[in-house]
């Protein structure tokens, strides 16, 4: 997220990439206090191997995909390690975490549309609305 943030030429993108880096910083944290308190070593961020280059390198439609498919596999292990988990705390966690990485993924796809990056997907039509029109 950090070198996506600092290279995007949209200012959106960017502050999108920034909300991601934000959400991603404060789960990092709250899953390393529940290792720490196990007395296991929380690994360390990869973060420090970004550098300060903010020269695209990649479109900022290329970022928002990718963006998309690691929020999409996030969600995915949060509800297989929900699942397999015996710890009704982790478990707790997972789930408000699952919350919150789905509403940023959907504000994503919602960025994708606006740009026309993405189709927005099929919906079912609004029957209420559909009733009002005769």
């Given at each position: 997220?950090s070198?996506?943030m600092?290279?995007s030429?949209?200012k959106?993108?960017s502050?999108f990439?920034?909300r991601?880096?934000?959400i991603?910083?404060k789960h990092i944290q709250?899953?390393s206090?529940a290792?720490?308190n ?5 690994p360390i ?6 550098t ?6 990649f479109s ?5 995909f990718?963006v998309?498919?690691l ?5 995915g ?6 699942a397999?988990?015996?710890r ?15 509403r940023?993924?959907k504000?994503g796809?919602?960025?994708m549309i606006?740009?026309?990056?993405m189709?927005?997907p099929p919906?079912a039509p609004?029957?209420d609305?559909l009733?009002?029109?005769?």
């Amino acid at each position: 997220m950090s070198s996506f943030m600092q290279s995007s030429r949209s200012k959106e993108v960017s502050q999108f990439m920034r909300r991601g880096k934000d959400i991603s910083k404060k789960h990092i944290q709250l899953l390393s206090e529940a290792l720490i308190n196990d007395d296991i070593q929380a690994p360390i961020s990869s973060d420090h191997a970004v550098t300060d280059s903010t020269i695209p390198v990649f479109s900022d439609r290329l970022m928002m995909f990718q963006v998309s498919l690691l929020t999409s596999a996030g969600l995915g292990n949060y509800a297989t390690a929900a699942a397999a988990s015996q710890r009704s705390d982790l478990v707790l966690n997972y789930e408000r975490l699952s919350l919150e990485v789905g509403r940023f993924g959907k504000d994503g796809v919602e960025l994708m549309i606006k740009n026309k990056w993405m189709e927005e997907p099929p919906a079912a039509p609004d029957r209420d609305q559909l009733g009002k029109e005769k």
